[in-house]
């Protein structure tokens, strides 16, 4: 229930939040470039809060479906006909600015999520980045990784040339590089300090590999120290804890069969999902049975066992898995515009790709989707929120840049149109535009849909 609480309440702050960043920057850029604007709304369909303000009397409004939000400017074909057609007025009508005000007010809204984004990622790299040490833990046969000849304990120094601190940009640099390479070099390091620079092929990469972790699909894996198969912690009404076991038992086989480490224990769990498992556990000094049955989840398109039970590190060994990389307040700020331009040029080739079809439109997300990693994300620490925070906005930022009729986009395609021609397009031309632009919106929104669905039922 309080998960369920968390979910909604941190959906509707991000949506909140971000829609209201990309409409205030519309609205503010059309103040400083004189026009009137008559309302501003967050949300679409009945108000529940409306309040008109300042000297233009601007409606501020907060309407009951918050998947959205817009503003409304003065428009000359409004003032003709009406009392309140005056001059004065006239001359702050939307369509009475120059084509380079228009263009600055339409893009306005992408340009505030983008700086946002830029704020958050500043405040993170300010706090220090906390992520796991590139550190390769087992690489399966017969796979890029594999033929590679790459190999446990190395520590991953650089892809491609660029260097990376962290699992987190490895796998982002990975990702970006299988994009566009049909292979990627990564130099490497092992224990007695020897650099080994592996060439990975990418060629046999399939576009549904891109809906999965693409670490999995190179054949690597996050290493993972050889810790006793003692159990640290129990999450509430898992099989784990119905099954009986508790804090600090040991683990000593599973079905009749020998573990030495945590990892042999996962790996014959991920092994038998809905299956009755048979455990031998230390408990104290003595020794005593128990059956679990490891509930299935779906990971990567397919079911694989779990209990409910982690293990816990001691702080001297959870110092060699993590690193914290500081930043000044310049540096950060420069690591922060660096993030979101990637990130941006790479939801760009992510939708160029799906367009081709090198890529699954599976890939797409949509509200429940969003929803679900928010609550994800906010049950994970403020830190993981903020990051999902700057994702979402640069994703509203770029899909709103799309040249698609009715997103800002299509709207900033036509003043390109009329700086060619030398005059506004057409009113012919908008209404098509418009219906053209709903049709792929209500598509988009349907597959979205249908994804999320698709997601619910396979988990």
Excluded at 97 to 111: D, E, F, L, N, Y
Excluded at 221 to 241: K, L, M, T
Excluded at 339 to 359: P, R
Excluded at 437 to 454: K, Q, S
């Amino acid at each position: 229930m309080l998960n369920a609480l968390l979910t909604i309440a941190a959906f509707v702050f991000t949506l909140g939040l971000l829609v209201t960043i990309h409409e205030f920057g519309h609205y503010q850029v059309a103040k400083w470039c004189g026009v009137k604007v008559l309302k501003f709304s967050i949300g679409f369909g009945k108000p529940f809060f409306s309040k008109k303000i300042g000297r233009d009397q601007t409606e501020f409004v907060l309407a009951t479906i918050p998947l959205g939000g817009y503003v409304k400017m003065l428009d000359e074909q409004e003032l003709k006909g009406t009392d309140e057609y005056a001059l004065h007025d006239m001359s702050r009508a939307l369509n009475r600015q120059s084509v380079a005000k228009r263009m600055a007010i339409v893009v306005a809204g992408s340009g505030a999520n983008l700086l946002l984004a830029v704020l958050f990622y500043w405040i993170l790299f300010l706090l220090g980045v906390v992520g796991l040490k590139p550190i390769i833990g087992h690489v399966s046969d017969n796979t890029p990784a594999g033929l590679a000849s790459m190999t446990r304990g190395e520590i991953i120094q650089s892809v491609n040339g660029k260097p990376v601190v962290n699992w987190q940009e490895t796998r982002w640099i990975l990702l970006e590089e299988s994009l566009k390479n049909n292979s990627v070099e990564v130099l490497a390091i092992n224990s007695d300090k020897e650099a080994h620079l592996h060439q990975l092929d990418l060629s046999g990469l399939k576009k549904e590999d891109f809906e999965t972790d693409i670490l999995e699909k190179l054949g690597l894996s996050i290493y993972q120290p050889d810790i006793p198969a003692r159990v640290g912690e129990i999450i509430h009404n898992s099989p784990a804890a119905k099954a009986g076991l508790q804090i600090n038992d040991l683990i000593l086989s599973v079905n009749h069969k020998k573990v030495r480490f945590w990892e042999d224990f996962v790996q014959e769990i991920r092994r038998s999902p809905n299956a009755n498992v048979a455990l031998s556990v230390l408990r104290g000094e003595q020794e005593i049975y128990v059956n679990v049955i490891p509930e299935a989840v779906m990971e990567n398109h397919k079911n694989t066992g779990r209990i409910g039970a982690a293990f816990k590190l001691l702080p001297n060994e959870l110092d060699k898995l993590f690193v914290t990389t500081h930043y000044s307040v310049g540096g950060a700020l420069l690591q922060a515009i660096e993030k979101t331009g990637d990130t941006a040029i790479f939801s760009l080739k992510m939708i160029g790709n799906m367009l081709t079809g090198h890529v699954s439109w599976k890939s797409i997300s949509g509200p429940v989707s969003i929803a679900s990693y928010a609550g994800q994300s906010a049950n994970m620490g403020i830190k993981v929120f903020i990051g999902f925070l700057a994702v979402i906005s640069i994703s509203i930022g770029v899909l709103n840049l799309l040249p698609i009729p009715v997103l800002d986009g299509g709207h900033f395609m036509y003043y390109m149109a009329e700086i060619f021609t030398g005059k506004p397009v057409s009113e012919t031309t908008m209404i098509i535009g418009q219906k053209v632009g709903f049709t792929l919106l209500g598509f988009m929104m349907i597959l979205a849909l249908y994804n999320d669905i698709n997601r619910l039922i396979t988990g």
